[in-house]
């Protein structure tokens, strides 16, 4: 991670956020496309589409956590539509009713107070239909005259800072196992002052859920404003490189389309063995895991490398079929402790393995008045180096 002083740090969000909304990309969007186009011209043009599919991933991971953590309490608030359906979740048991209508909620309130039972979901019902049942109905309509439809809808009401009702929308295509939701499009932020109707903006970057976050913490105190800060560095840092890694793989699947083509292979097995036969260091293992392009499936940090410059991940990084070669460096004996399996150390064995190591091991620690016996060899990544 990259320390930053406090007072440098506490407006990123903010201006990270004000980039969104003005259509510019974010600072670290903008340094891997300005690299883009001085290393790799044809990527760059693949790169828009591919932030925008990277914004999207990203801002699922993160609305999934949100929930799945039940940050600031929003997974116990949230609010499901399936149909004619509410699943309220409240207390973190999941209950359903029909929509009710305003008066329907009032007779169940006051045959509570009667001994009577109340649907104990109503109160959570309450924050977004209740009041206002022909709003809530003319809010479902809006969104879909506007061509946001899904088979399944989950609001989030949120808590405005000026006096305004606001809500997250999420459009769902489906839920997967532990409560993970796949949806239909970037969520939408619905917002609304006094019983004026909502207006909906779709959100475009995942800073921006983070800022409506903000507004959260400030209401709640419950976590230092520089911590969210400093997350959505990380965020943002994840999305850029989401994009990189998804605008490569475009390119590395036509290429490899190409070479398996000209070949005559027609399936991954047969390029897979092909590689293997003509090169006895090809790893079929490896190749297939530098195809894992998203990363973690649920975590918002999927792409989180900060501290490496865009240059650096084109060099190195797996999903870039990156193969740098490894350094080594000479380590005093009293400066580190091994273990191993058999009667070999790790250096020894390295030389069995790669007798030229030793040579030139020997011969750089002898330029300088030094003995190989007195250290250990160990490689390195370049980059550590």
């Not at 609305?63 to 359906?85: H, P, S, T």
């Not at 605008?247 to 027609?266: I, M, N, P, W, Y």
Request: a negative charge; charged letters at 25%.
């Amino acid at each position: 991670m990259v320390i930053t002083r406090q007072s440098e740090r506490a407006p990123s969000l903010l201006r990270a956020y004000i980039h969104t909304l003005e259509g510019k990309l974010e600072p670290r969007e903008q340094a891997v496309l300005t690299t883009l186009e001085q290393e790799r011209p044809a990527w760059s043009e693949r790169f828009p589409q591919a932030l925008n599919a990277a914004r999207h991933g990203i801002l699922e991971r993160l609305v999934n956590a949100m929930l799945r953590e039940n940050l600031f309490g929003m997974g116990e608030r949230q609010i499901r539509i399936v149909g004619e359906k509410v699943r309220c979740e409240e207390g973190g048991r999941e209950r359903s009713t029909e929509v009710v209508e305003a008066s329907e909620c009032q007779d169940q309130s006051q045959g509570q107070s009667q001994g009577q039972s109340q649907d104990p979901s109503c109160d959570t019902c309450d924050a977004l239909i209740s009041s206002d049942s022909e709003l809530f109905h003319e809010t479902l309509s809006t969104l879909a005259q506007q061509g946001w439809n899904a088979p399944e809808w989950c609001f989030l009401p949120l808590h405005g800072l000026h006096g305004d009702s606001s809500l997250l929308a999420l459009p769902i295509i489906r839920e997967y196992g532990y409560g993970r939701l796949e949806l239909a499009a970037r969520p939408l932020h619905l917002r609304r002052f006094g019983r004026e109707p909502y207006t909906i903006r779709q959100l475009s970057h995942p800073v921006e859920l983070l800022k409506l976050w903000r507004d959260e913490v400030i209401q709640s105190g419950d976590l230092p404003l520089d911590t969210l800060d400093a997350f959505a560095e990380e965020i943002a840092d994840s999305t850029a490189n989401l994009a990189l890694a998804l605008c490569g793989a475009q390119v590395r699947r036509k290429e490899l389309q190409t070479e398996a083509s000209a070949a005559g292979q027609t399936t991954l097995l047969d390029y897979l063995t092909a590689r293997r036969r003509a090169d006895d260091t090809f790893s079929p293992l490896v190749f297939l895991e530098s195809w894992i392009i998203d990363g973690h499936p649920i975590h918002p940090g999927t792409k989180l490398k900060q501290g490496m410059a865009t240059s650096d991940l084109l060099r190195f990084a797996p999903e870039f079929a990156a193969t740098p070669d490894l350094e080594f460096v000479a380590v005093h004996h009293a400066l580190l402790e091994t273990q191993s399996i058999d009667e070999l150390s790790m250096t020894e064995r390295l030389y069995l393995e790669h007798p030229e190591v030793a040579l030139a091991a020997e011969t750089d620690l002898a330029k300088k008045g030094l003995s190989i016996s007195d250290y250990h060899i160990v490689p390195v990544h370049p980059w550590q180096r």
